[in-house]
């Protein structure tokens, strides 16, 4: 098939992306739905494909690049040249739309980036990461994609869109940790909590905002909901994406906590308790944090944690 084939078919899908929030268990949803038959890969690949933070640079797309896509696709050549030579056609159009969309006013990028193609790229992407997963339903997570909630919707009008949250002190509780058992994660990981608290608060923000405008299509989980009750959550999930419950998404037959140091729990049973907050977070910095996201938590209905 070529371009225009491939993104007419891929566009009547109905994918599913797991976009938010950061350490608040989208890696547990995603593998937890892995498990589906729908969703079920070759072998299990948890890679974020971050396709919507690269696509706008999609006309200098190579061989194995952008890395993250590549990983999503199984490490694929023969898939990923595939989809390479599927957008080949489009480069000069997509060359064109992206070095508009650095110049124009952010009220016109939408329709550029529309007009130039991007959402075919997404589409033939996906089309290809089918065949490379051997999956029968596209799968994917990413937590930034949350800020392209509306571009998702352009490219897929049928996909279903999840967003994971949890109590903002357990989440900053989860950087802090993470940034200690893991020098490479330092890097993103090693958050202020002033820095961190803009980030959810936003982020939270857009996600309540996109479960008003577009309810049929984005569904918020309270991950205390989830892991207190991962039967009843997960059927939940499952009526909101079309497909059957199946026990087995929420049970680990081989629990292995020595599987990855930095996210032990991981590959283990789901659980309510993974680390307690108090050794990674002053109560200091827990009660500053509560108090700048007090407005955004009670739309949450999420109780301060006691100093």
Sequence with gaps: MNLLEISRTERVTAPVFIVGEARSGTTILYR????????????ENLWESKIMV???????????EPGT????????DDRYQAFLT??????????AGEAALRRVPARHRSRIWTA??????????????RTARGVKRVLEKTPSHVNYVHRLLRCYPKARLIYIHRHPVDVYTSYVR???????????????????AQRWARNTTLALAAAAEVPASFLMVRYEQFTAAPDETMRGICDFIGEPFDLEIVREPNPDLARRRAAPHLFGEITTKTKEWRDYVTPLDA????????PVMDRLSYQPYPS
């Design 69 to 76: 896509m590549y990983g999503h696709m199984a490490h694929d």
């Design 287 to 294: 009660a500053a944090l509560q108090q700048r996201l007090a």
């Design 86 to 95: 599927s957008i080949a056609p489009l480069r000069p159009l997509l060359a």
């Design 54 to 64: 690269h696509v706008d640079n999609a006309a200098s797309f190579g061989p194995r």
């Design 178 to 196: 993470r940034a200690r058992v893991d020098p490479v994660a330092a890097r993103w990981a090693a958050l202020k909590p002033t820095a961190f």
């Design 116 to 129: 130039s193609g991007h959402p075919l790229v997404v589409r033939s992407y996906f089309h290809h990461v």
């Design 32 to 43: 937890s739905l892995q498990k589906h038959p729908a969703f079920r890969p070759r072998s």
